[in-house]
């Protein structure tokens, strides 16, 4: 199979990570919840990963790195710490649903600050022009799951610091490709996954806490148990229950394949490749590329349209010749409507640092069978 949704997934992991899950499940019981040594071995374990975390993205307590099962369940957190139910947030065009759902949930008032693809001039001007009227929370994702467009969060971070409106910063995209210093950003909050661009496994994710926040869920912590309320310290105050030690093992195991290799040298890797891709793409008619001039406003993500085909038709037939893209609205409507593809969404191209060449050459091939016939 040639693999192409590294943006849902990163399908191919280093194998310490296999190793890792399985040395836990093997070795490790419940963390805080005894004195025995498997119990104190997942308490390190906890520390070392979060540790990682707050070294890769400048977070400079380790406690203020939460657990959760994905960046949507962070945002969650997020976005309902600070955004009170008819409150008014600030979003960019390029939102995912796992930020404009919970905003219509909390039936907020949600200004988007509209901009043209790829345009970070116009993107910043947007957010400064909403942010003069204020509001509860700005929230921006750093690269666009739909584009692989890369918003100017320093930029924006700037705003946000001059105003006084917390940031929130959904990097589900750019976690372990773009550079983060989550405390020169002064970000409240920055939400991420573990399975993508960390190469962890699915059901892990880490939220960056720079503000106080509020549980989502409430339960037993291994702390302070004689209190019914929860813990107003980080970690526990965000983490009730029973961590999933395989996966925050397999997390931990990413992080260190993502700090040994840098961020710089995977993003580097990703790029070239999207870049033959969009050459490769130029060459065929009828198609619509969504590209960036400029590569350092994209990451390794790439749409485009085919006239008379269908995204979902297109994807299928790539996936009967052994190519796996992701078509359609890729969960983010809002980002579509921006663009203008909402009428049928777009076929995706999406890498990480395990893809090659080879693999872009032969996605490019099934895709010319296909349109020749």
Not at 27 to 36: N, Q, V
Not at 354 to 364: K, N, P, T, V, Y
């Amino acid at each position: 199979m040639i693999y192409l949704d590294s943006a849902a997934t990163t399908f191919r992991k280093p194998p310490a990570v296999r190793a890792a899950m399985l040395r836990a499940m093997q070795t490790l019981s419940s963390p805080g919840r005894g004195g025995y040594p498997s119990a104190q071995a997942a308490d390190r374990l906890l520390f070392h990963c979060r540790s990682l975390a707050s070294e890769l993205f400048g977070v400079t307590s380790p406690e203020r790195v939460v657990f959760t099962a994905s960046a949507t369940h962070g945002l969650n957190i997020a976005i309902k710490s600070l955004v009170p139910p008819g409150g008014r947030a600030i979003i960019s065009g390029w939102e995912h649903n796992a930020v404009t759902r919970p905003l219509h949930a909390l039936g907020a008032e949600t200004v988007v600050a509209a901009s043209p693809l790829f345009d970070a001039g116009a993107c910043v001007e947007a957010f400064a022009a909403a942010i003069r009227d204020g509001a509860d929370a700005v929230i921006c994702t750093a690269a666009s799951n739909v584009f692989g467009f890369c918003p100017p969060i320093g930029e924006i971070a700037s705003l946000c610091r001059a105003a006084g409106v917390p940031l929130i910063v959904d990097a589900a995209q750019s976690a372990g490709v773009l550079p983060l210093d989550m405390d020169a950003l002064g970000a409240a909050f920055v939400a991420m996954p573990g399975h993508k661009g960390l190469y962890g496994p699915q059901g892990t994710g880490l939220l960056l806490c720079g503000a106080r926040a509020k549980p989502l869920l409430e339960g037993g912590t291994g702390s302070e148990s004689l209190r019914q309320e929860m813990p107003e310290f980080l970690p526990d105050r965000l983490e009730p229950g029973t961590h999933n030690m395989p996966g925050i093992a397999g997390l931990a195991a990413g992080l260190r394949f993502v700090r040994d290799t840098t961020a710089a040298r995977i993003a580097r890797h990703e790029r070239a490749l999207i870049r033959r891709a969009r050459e490769g793409l130029q060459t065929l008619n009828g198609l619509t590329v969504y590209a960036a001039r400029d590569e350092a406003l994209q990451t390794g993500v790439l749409s485009f349209t085919a006239d008379g085909w269908e995204s979902e038709e297109l994807a299928s037939a790539l996936a009967a010749r052994g190519v796996a893209v992701r078509a359609g609205y890729h969960c983010a409507p809002l980002a579509h409507r921006s663009v203008g593809t909402l009428d049928a969404g777009t076929v995706r191209v999406s890498v990480s640092a395990f893809e090659r060449a080879a693999d872009i050459d032969g996605f490019l091939r099934a895709l010319r069978e296909i349109l020749a016939k």
